[in-house]
């Protein structure tokens, strides 16, 4: 049985939020709705830790066998950074040179160019790029929802400001992406709450469907009911459907009763006169044009109510 834990329950065992955040980065709690974490399983954690890990050892490698000083970039400081990088971008490790020459390796992207000292940190033994700096390399480079995964991660959890963002897009005027990367931080918002989200927003802002509202609120006589997305006419959207039947499990909760609890909760926000369109990780991955198609199916719905 899936065992749910609240942030107060969290809190009241001894954790604040900077270990929170730490154990979810480090796979060893699943955010699985607003406000509410499990315990990942052992494969989970593997295939977390795996993927990011082997990355890190690689990096490392890499570094100690450079004949000259190199920055560690891209989606390689963004495993360095705990920021959000697809699968794909981690098959080879990024580095920037100032000088030319040297060795090459397989499995390496080797860039040479000079970047700006303030865009410079070290971390640890590593000299990596700054927070502000990986994210407008990332938006330079990955996918759009991507970057604006990174963009809302990195704001959402203090990594970096806002300001922070444009000043570093200012230092990189003229690099090669650097107008898709302006767009994406122009697109971020700290209050989405999972890259899964993020990547959403993205995708239906590129089918010229964005939400009108994020983290709605529709208050009733017992609480408040948050929803991830909102367009007007009444339309709401919410990722991954799986965690919200989550939502008000409870240890030793029987299951069937939360499906039952999340069956009222979208029936409260039904009578306050909405349409729900849910959808998950694998939609957007292998499905998106289906998430696409049917926003835009119960938009039309909705929006013909109004007239």
Not at 98 to 105: I, L, T, V
Request: proline fraction near 4%.
């Amino acid at each position: 049985m899936t065992i749910l834990l609240s942030r107060s329950a969290l809190i009241d065992q001894g954790y604040d939020s900077r270990e929170i955040r730490r154990q979810v980065s480090a796979g060893q709690l699943v955010r699985v709705q607003r406000g509410y974490y499990t315990m990942a399983t052992p494969v989970e954690q593997e295939r977390w830790r795996l993927e990011r890990q082997v990355h890190l050892h690689r990096i490392h490698a890499c570094v100690a066998g450079a004949e000259h000083p190199v920055v560690v970039s891209h989606a390689s400081a963004a495993v360095v950074h705990d920021l959000p990088a697809p699968r794909a971008a981690l098959s080879k490790v990024h580095l920037v040179q100032e000088r030319d020459g040297g060795w090459q390796r397989q499995g390496v992207r080797k860039t040479t160019g000079r970047i700006d000292p303030v865009d410079i940190v070290q971390v640890g033994a590593l000299i990596v790029t700054s927070v502000a700096r990986t994210v407008i390399d990332l938006g330079r480079s990955v996918h759009f929802g991507w970057a604006v995964a990174a963009v809302d991660h990195a704001l959402r959890e203090q990594l970096c400001t806002l300001d922070d963002l444009h000043d570093c897009l200012a230092r990189c005027s003229g690099l090669p992406g650097i107008v898709s990367a302006r767009r994406a931080v122009l697109f971020g918002d700290p209050r989405a709450e999972s890259v899964g989200e993020s990547r959403s927003r993205a995708l239906l802002w590129s089918a010229g469907l964005a939400p009108d509202e994020l983290q709605r609120e529709f208050p009733h006589s017992r609480g408040t009911d948050r929803v991830d997305m909102w367009w007007m006419g009444g339309l709401i959207g919410e990722f991954d459907g799986r965690g919200k039947y989550l939502a008000n499990f409870r240890p030793g909760d029987d299951p069937g009763e939360a499906v039952w609890q999340e069956k009222v909760r979208e029936d409260r926000l039904r009578r306050q006169g909405n349409a729900l369109v849910r959808w998950t990780w694998d939609e957007v991955e292998r499905q998106p044009d289906d998430v696409v198609s049917r926003v835009r199916t119960a938009l039309a719905g909705v929006r013909r109510r109004l007239f």
